[in-house]
């Protein structure tokens, strides 16, 4: 509620002092922003549900081979930092784009695919260790005896009526870290790799408009007011793009983690 | 643990072979863009000229391909242009790139270990002044919560009407609001808005800025909370209440001095925390073993934020600006290089982890 107020305060605010084409941008990228997170969070519910279940049957089936290779490419992800993976995928999509291979809605699609793949660990982690939990009760020995499947049990049971709340909280942190990541490797790609890389057919987003140069000086400014305190009233009215980015770019990821907190104190997680 | 350790030097062996082999056996060169042409031309392209602009050297490729081609001239024609077309990017590229494209040799190498080193050092002290600040904040926040609620029930008959609390609550809330949003800004929004007034490329700030940015210490402080909050609820709190351990958190030393069972500035700010006599010191020592699991994650998190502080900043020296730059080069060998460093990095990381785990289960668990 926090979250969607202040965004709209400040809309307000920049629909009276910023100019329009600033505006358009502006909206644009967060647009942009909160549609990739938001495909980053279904591809990794998705990616997460389906290798969980995969590592759960090859346990089940004592099918060693298979558990063992995924297992150990999965710790090997999860050792290639985030930014890394994703700052290297996001070259590679740029030069897709740059070929004239894909285009569009499908370099969103990509985008959030290739975050998703290096953030789905921790959702993983959080659905096996619900699954080992309940399998230690005896809710799940009394259900296998009365012949349901052992599919329904983990799906149904298990995942969906007993941890959706906890996938639930994990998806919302899940979003704050697609945000943070989104916005640090499109900053990084416009600030350090501009000429490799053609940032002109990349969706705009936060991190690449905070990187262009007037939204630069904009945050500089704030500097400039730290010891110049009687400038502070320009700093809303003259660098209003940079700071709106900024602001929008912290307060959302500050709003994401109290969310993810309420949310998990009100459940009791 | 034998496992554990098997599995992680597999993986350093699996990505160590596989990236080496790639930096010194694939052709990076095939991997530069060259504009495009059509096969015979590109099959043609490396025929021995030694100046493009050369009239005569024109001129006798072209009466070479007609004696080989027979009855194709306009083809022909068309053949010789774009293999000097060819060339000439060829030539012009290079010319552009002279300064640019390196390959990885002795020098470099050696030159890529010193960032490396420091890219490390900075490394660890962002990591363990992270795993201090993280104990200390938590356990601050737990103990005055508990402090104030026994100061609310201790003045719950007579509760004190003061205006001035409400103000000073309001202050309260808006200083929070602010260190939270500093907390959790990208350290690169940080770092731009204070560049001008100071020098952002030193090792110093970017200590800072790993340590107060990204929102590490928040998140992580805010988990160990969560720990010493859900162990503060389990049975053995009461177990040690009935064995006489001291529970309150406001309790003031004793007349002798004795710290026995007290909870003052000085234990929760010291670098190895006990609170002997008192129930939360096994409450912290059960929080603790569970954040130490959570370590992994913290340092995997801890490198994308100083990746991204290196970066962002385009701070010169430092191993990941070297990255980045090489990846603008298209020095994808010096790359690699430094991804797997990188990556030995997280997985020493995690083996140290697992390591100090397992020793620390070996005294809990049967």
């Known amino acids: ?269 | 643990m034998k496992s554990k350790l098997t599995e992680h030097i597999l993986g350093l062996i699996f990505v160590s072979i596989i990236l080496l082999s790639v930096i010194f056996f694939f052709d990076f060169d095939s991997l530069q863009s060259s504009s495009p042409a059509s096969s015979e031309a590109q099959l043609l392209s490396g025929v021995p000229i030694t100046n493009v602009n050369d009239p005569f050297q024109q001129q006798l490729l072209q009466n070479v391909m007609d004696i080989y081609y027979p009855g194709h001239k306009d083809k022909n024609i068309k053949t010789v242009r774009e293999i000097f077309r060819i060339r000439e990017d060829q030539f012009n590229q290079k010319l552009q790139s002279s300064h640019v494209h390196e390959k990885l040799s002795l020098s470099k190498l050696l030159d890529l270990a010193g960032m490396y080193f420091k890219f490390l050092v900075i490394y660890v002290i962002v990591m363990v002044l992270t795993y201090y600040g993280v104990q200390t904040i938590a356990v601050w926040r737990f103990v005055s919560k508990k402090r104030l609620f026994e100061h609310r029930l201790a003045h719950e008959a007579n509760p004190q009407k003061v205006p001035a609390r409400k103000i000073s609550r309001f202050l309260s809330s808006f200083f929070k609001v602010i260190a939270y949003m500093i907390l959790f800004s990208p350290a690169y929004v940080i770092a731009y808005s204070i560049r001008t007034e100071f020098n952002t490329d030193s090792s110093i700030f970017m200590i800072l800025l790993g340590l107060i940015s990204n929102g590490l210490l928040v998140m992580y402080s805010n988990k160990f909370y969560a720990f010493l909050v859900a162990e503060s609820r389990k049975g053995y709190v009461e177990a040690g209440l009935v064995k006489n351990l001291e529970y309150r958190y406001s309790f003031p030393k004793d007349r002798h001095g004795n710290p026995c069972g007290t909870i003052d500035w000085k234990s929760i700010v010291r670098p190895v925390k006990q609170f002997k006599c008192h129930i939360f010191d096994h409450i912290f020592r059960n929080a603790h073993y569970q954040y130490l699991s959570t370590i992994k994650e913290q340092a995997s998190f801890l490198i994308t934020g100083l990746i991204i502080i290196e970066m962002a900043l385009n701070i010169h020296g430092y191993l990941n600006y070297e990255m980045l730059r090489q990846l603008l080069y298209k020095n994808y060998d010096i790359v690699l290089t430094i991804v797997l460093g990188i990556f030995y990095t997280v997985k020493f990381t995690e083996i140290i982890t697992d390591f100090i785990v397992h020793r620390e289960s070996l005294k809990y668990e049967n």
């Open chain 1, 1 to 269: 509620m926090i979250w969607v107020l202040g965004v709209a305060v400040l809309g307000i605010w920049d629909i009276m002092f910023l100019n329009k084409p600033a505006l358009l941008r502006v909206t644009n990228g967060f647009i942009n922003t909160i549609i990739i997170c938001l495909l980053v969070v279904i591809f990794t519910l998705i990616l997460s549900w389906g290798l969980t279940l995969g590592l759960h049957f090859f346990q089940y089936r004592k099918i060693r081979s298979g558990y063992i290779v995924l297992t150990f490419i999965l710790n090997l992800v999860r050792s290639v930092p985030q930014i890394i993976g994703v700052l290297l995928s996001y070259v590679i999509i740029a030069a897709l784009i740059t070929r004239g291979w894909i285009g569009g809605a499908g370099v969103f699609v990509l985008m959030a695919f290739c975050m998703s793949v290096f953030i789905f660990m921790e959702m993983v982690d959080l659905m096996r260790e619900r699954i080992s939990h309940f399998t230690k009760l005896d809710f799940y020995n009394a259900m296998k005896v009365c012949g349901i499947s052992e599919k329904r049990i983990i799906n149904s049971d298990i995942l969906w009526k007993n941890s959706r709340i906890h996938i639930f909280n994990k998806l919302i942190s899940v979003f704050g870290s697609a945000v943070f990541l989104q916005c640090s490797v499109d900053f990084i790609i416009s600030v350090g790799l501009s000429t490799g890389v053609n940032t002109v057919s990349m969706p705009v987003t936060l991190g690449s408009l905070l990187a262009k140069m007037d939204s630069k000086q904009d945050i500089l400014a704030i500097g400039n007011t730290l010891f110049n305190p009687g400038y502070l009233p320009q700093l809303f009215m003259q660098h209003l793009q940079g700071l709106t980015v900024a602001f929008l770019i912290v307060f959302s990821l500050f709003c994401i983690y109290s969310i993810s907190n309420g949310y998990a104190e009100r459940h009791r997680l």
